[in-house]
């Protein structure tokens, strides 16, 4: 898949034509669709004849689970009666018989009709490695990056076209979600979340957006962060105006100073209010990510808290 977006508006995706990704082949046209077109893609061959069974289920099996790798792996189809002699050379002795080729070599070899997950992750094995093009993760990583820089806008667009590549990636939907929230469109990523199918809604990345919303809420019902600041000047142990003080910070998006004010809580009184700096924290760490700086300083801190 190959992206194409200009800075706020959304792109269109282009994909290799469907009749380069998989062709038929002769012992003729070998050499150039398969050891030479394997010098710059994976390519696999599948070996297969009219009058086998597991063949016509193999085929479009495989045909099917290439395609959606969207370029990243070409597929050839031989008939084995049409080019005995080809046959012969591979020393193909059943069919369906399949070779994946890189570099101008097979490197994989199957035979057999196999499940669409053996498929798949012989395809990724395949994949792993070659110079093909960017994958799905890869655009969602960039534009994961692009929404951590604070434009949201871009970021929707790069996520919407993937959901139209993929319409099940639950990191491509939590993605679009998160970009909603960035822009204040809070009630129609809520809307959206209720109508995810079950299985999407439990993956982690969902249930932190589901997190992420659920502190949205609170933190608008908190006062202004300058009237919660002049409270704490007054009284240092308001435990309720710096817990406070932490919401509003969080809605500003300034993540690490609500971080740091939920932490000082819970160094001056980790009990209160049925642990609740405690619980915040553990709800913001969720949000940002097992692997973000700011979670793993702040869970490092808290460990330092929690047993000092």
């Known amino acids: 898949m190959d992206l194409m977006f200009n800075s706020g508006a959304q792109g269109a995706a282009k994909s290799t034509p469907p009749g380069e990704l998989i062709k038929e082949a002769t012992t003729a046209t070998f050499v150039a669709d398969v050891i030479e077109m394997s010098q710059k893609v994976p390519v696999i061959v599948d070996f297969w004849a009219t009058w086998c069974g597991p063949c016509k289920t193999l085929g479009p099996a495989l045909e099917k689970v290439v395609r959606e790798a969207r370029g990243a792996v070409r597929m050839v189809k031989v008939d084995v009666d049409k080019n005995q002699d080809l046959a012969a050379q591979l020393r193909i002795q059943s069919v369906p018989t399949v070779y994946a080729f890189k570099g101008g070599r097979p490197v994989d070899a199957f035979t057999g009709a196999q499940p669409e997950s053996q498929l798949k992750s012989f395809v990724q094995r395949l994949i792993a490695g070659s110079n093909a093009g960017p994958t799905i993760d890869d655009y969602i990583a960039e534009a994961k ?120 809580l819970f160094r001056r009184n980790r009990a209160w209010n049925e642990d609740a700096a405690r619980k915040q924290l553990v709800k913001i760490f969720e949000v940002l990510g097992f692997s973000h700086p700011l979670a793993k300083s702040g869970r490092a801190r808290l460990s330092t808290l929690l047993f000092s």
């Open 145 to 264: 990056r692009v929404l951590d820089e604070g434009d949201a806008q871009t970021a929707a667009g790069i996520f919407n076209q993937i959901l139209q590549e993929a319409p099940d990636n639950a990191s491509a939907m939590a993605g679009l979600l998160r970009c909603l929230m960035a822009v204040g469109q809070t009630e129609q990523a809520e809307s959206m979340l209720s109508r995810l199918a079950p299985e999407i809604a439990r993956h982690p990345e969902i249930a932190a957006v589901v997190t992420a919303l659920e502190l949205a809420r609170h933190a608008g019902g908190v006062g202004e962060a300058a009237e919660l600041r002049r409270r704490l000047a007054t009284d240092a142990d308001d435990h309720q105006a710096r817990y406070d003080l932490a919401l509003a910070y969080y809605a500003g998006n300034e993540v690490e100073a609500a971080v740091d004010e939920l932490l000082e």
